[in-house]
């Protein structure tokens, strides 16, 4: 009841004062300074990591499949293991590329 009044009061006030980057940094528990800092630049490898980790997931499921004794002696599984192989090593080579020696061992 009256905590909401308040709220709604502050709220009105910060409105009609028109600092909009107050009122979002109250509601929101963020510094307003944060608010009107700059984006942070945005990487390619966003782009690359979520493709890798889909690689990684459908390496597992054939794996998963590989082991099963009625598609162990398929003649596939080369094709898929050199296709892992070579994604995988394309986005090790590209990660070094992109970041650098030392900061992709370091972080």
Do not use: H
């Not at 009841?1 to 709220?7: A, D, H, V």
């Not at 940094?25 to 942070?40: G, K």
């Not at 782009?47 to 499921?61: K, M, Q, R």
């Not at 990660?95 to 370091?106: I, Y």
């Amino acid at each position: 009841g009256k905590q909401i009044l308040k709220q709604f009061k502050a709220i009105k006030e910060i409105l009609l004062a028109g600092d909009t980057n107050r009122l979002v940094a109250e509601l929101t528990n963020v510094r307003i300074n944060d608010l009107a800092a700059p984006p942070e630049e945005i990487s390619i490898m966003s782009y690359v990591e979520p493709f890798v980790a889909l690689i990684i997931v459908v390496n597992g499921v054939m794996m998963a499949f590989q082991t099963d004794p009625s598609f162990e002696s398929w003649r596939g599984w080369v094709y898929f293991e050199l296709f892992f192989a070579m994604a995988l090593s394309l986005e090790l080579i590209l990660r070094l590329l992109l970041v650098g020696c030392r900061d992709f061992w370091t972080g």
